[in-house]
């Protein structure tokens, strides 16, 4: 459904753009505060670089007083940190599609619906080493959270590595077949133990058809 929405792009002929794109909330449990300070310290250090915040929204929003001013007082000063707002589900695609790297720096997080979206479309991930991200995107596109150092060095390592690519539909897929074992627990009877390693055959079959085997 979500590649459907974008019928045109294709993975070996889409020219990918020199751009990070932050695409959460600019809400608390987001940290856009600390998004805001590796973004500047990136830009300064990439001068061929751009990084995009993006929203559905008319206008930007959050519930936390001085996040709009910061980023909007940032993009006057750094004319490469863009805001792009009121962007349809297909723009927003194109984005992620034209986009190397998506940026997050989320306190607290599930396998998020930005994470299947941007590896659909060829966007590498730089998350935070926090709750279920080590869980499913390998330690190298990893930082530890709140160490804007270790954020730098975590987007230095993906810009150079394009390691993604070709393998961004099994990404995909993973992420999501983890999204239904959760599922799967949480909809049986919660008077009865149900562990999706009870059953490891189910298991390892769901793994292997999609192309996984360790």
């Given amino acids: 459904m979500t590649r459907a929405k974008l019928p045109e792009y294709n993975e070996s002929a889409w020219s990918k753009k020199n751009v990070v794109v932050f695409s959460s909330r600019l809400d608390k449990e987001k940290n856009p505060f600390f998004m805001f300070e590796v973004a500047e310290a990136f830009l300064n250090e990439n001068p061929d670089w751009e990084w995009h915040v993006t929203t559905s929204g008319k206008s930007f929003k959050s519930m936390l007083p001085g996040a709009i001013e910061k980023m909007e007082a940032l993009a006057e000063k750094q004319p490469r940190f863009k805001l792009l707002s009121n962007l349809t589900k297909e723009e ?27 590896t659909t479309f060829g966007c590498d991930l730089v998350f935070p080493n926090f709750r279920s991200f080590p869980e499913f995107i390998p330690m190298n596109k990893l930082y530890r959270p709140f160490n804007v150092k270790a954020a730098l060095h975590a987007l230095e390592y993906v810009k150079n590595s394009n390691t993604i ?19 799967y627990i949480m909809v049986n009877d919660e008077t009865v133990e149900y562990n999706v390693w009870h059953e490891s055959a189910l298991c390892k079959h769901l793994l292997e058809i999609q192309g996984i085997h360790e």
């Fill in 92 to 118: 927003y695609y194109t984005e992620l599609a034209d986009a190397k790297i998506q940026f997050n720096s989320s306190l607290q997080d599930y396998v998020s619906w930005t994470v299947l979206e941007s």
């Fill in 165 to 183: 690519k070709g393998n961004l539909y099994n990404f995909a897929d993973l992420a999501d077949l983890g999204r239904r074992f959760e599922a």
